[in-house]
């Protein structure tokens, strides 16, 4: 049980590489508190995130919040801390993509994406160095992507996010390192999710003949690199990208 005792926050939670690093995380002993938009789908998960948590005691809370909402974060966050007394990790995973070529790109595509996916890291991080800093200890574990590294077409607003997770995640892991507060990030590569299942055959073709394995990932995938981040395996390890990719960017 690697996690055992532990209180983890994970935005992104309700789906997708989010709900499972949430459920790798109750199977090794984690209190578990995921966040999302949409309470169908948070419901789905808390049923199935308490299916696999180590034991019964173990907390699994969905809080409906707009990561991308300053109050509205601070607001959930303070309530979780109270009850609580304490979140010893933090996952950023939550993301959307509204892809279009930038010359038919909207503003509100724009910052809709920037907000979810890069705003939210500043929500949620401002919301959790204060109580981490005292305690001195905690896990910062941001989501980013290979193409916030590579760069991809019809993707401006996604990447832009993507690469100013890494930015945000070296810059931030200097400051907090004195603190014993670990920041790091993953970038996972072509990950087999809802997400990539609206692709076309020919888009998947095309994907695959850039991955040395030659296969997508899975979230099993990501959430084994991030429970590696949350334990204290990876305590010496701070400001790292690591791709999780098939050996996209090798």
């Known amino acids: 049980m690697m996690l055992k005792g532990q209180k983890v926050l994970i935005t992104g939670g309700t789906s997708g590489i989010g709900r499972e690093i949430a459920a790798v995380f109750a199977e090794h002993g984690a209190d578990v508190a995921i966040m999302g938009t949409n309470p169908d789908k948070g419901l789905v998960a808390i049923q199935e995130i308490e299916k696999v948590r180590e034991n019964k005691e173990q907390s699994v809370i969905f809080e409906r919040v707009d990561v991308s909402d300053h109050q509205s974060v601070k607001q959930a966050v303070t309530k979780l801390l109270t009850d609580w007394k304490g979140v010893d990790v933090l996952v950023n995973c939550a993301g959307i993509t509204r892809d279009k070529l930038l010359m038919k790109m909207t503003e509100d595509d724009w910052d809709t994406v920037i907000d979810v996916n890069l705003k939210s890291l500043y929500n949620l991080c401002h919301a959790l160095v204060r ?11 941001n989501i980013s992507s290979v193409v916030g590294i590579t760069g991809n077409p019809g993707q401006v607003n996604y990447c832009s996010s993507k690469a100013g997770i890494i930015g945000f995640t070296q810059s931030l892991a200097k400051e907090l390192a004195p ?3 670990n920041v790091n990030c993953i970038a996972p590569g072509f990950i087999a999710t809802p997400m990539t299942d609206e692709l076309n055959d020919e888009q998947k073709k095309q994907i695959l003949s850039k991955i040395p394995m030659a296969k997508l990932g899975s979230p099993r995938d990501i959430a084994n690199a991030a429970l590696f981040l949350a334990s204290n395996l990876s ?5 790292e990208v690591f791709a999780v990719d098939g050996g996209m960017t090798a």
């Open 235 to 239: 305590d010496y390890m701070t400001g």
């Open 131 to 141: 109580p981490m800093m005292k305690a001195r200890r905690g896990k910062i574990i």
């Open 179 to 181: 603190r014993g507060i």
